[in-house]
């Protein structure tokens, strides 16, 4: 099994930035790719960014130029760097991840509890 902790939200201005942490543990035998998505009130859950294991992106048309994904395979850690926070950016921001974790090694796919970030306009 695999756990994943975010952590980093917060209320924030429109404009400003933060940074958002989610850490891996668990028997983890190996970390695929990994990302965040969020939810806003009344609305779907949504992809905000990926990366590969290999460090590759991908983001969605509405963060691009603003928000930038990374990861540090060493920590299991992966991270979201948002700038020129709006307030439509508001919302429970979810770590997600597949890995290969147990004894026997086994692929699946995984989320966390939540980060809230709130952007005030």
């Known amino acids: 099994q695999v756990q994943l902790v975010e952590s980093g939200g917060g209320l924030v201005q429109a404009g400003d930035s933060l940074r958002l942490s989610c850490a891996a543990s668990?028997?983890?035998?190996?970390?695929?790719?990994m990302g965040w998505y969020r939810q806003a009130p009344g609305k779907q859950r949504e992809l905000v960014a990926t990366i590969t294991e290999g460090g590759n992106p991908e983001y969605a048309d509405s963060v691009k130029g603003r928000f930038t994904i990374s990861r540090d395979n060493a920590k299991n850690t992966v991270y979201l760097q948002m700038n020129s926070l709006k307030p439509e950016d508001t919302g429970v921001y979810y770590c997600n991840a597949d890995a290969y974790s147990g004894s026997v090694p086994t692929l699946g796919n995984y989320w966390g509890k939540g980060t809230l970030v709130t952007v005030s306009s």
């Open positions: 668990g028997s983890i035998v190996e970390m695929f790719a």
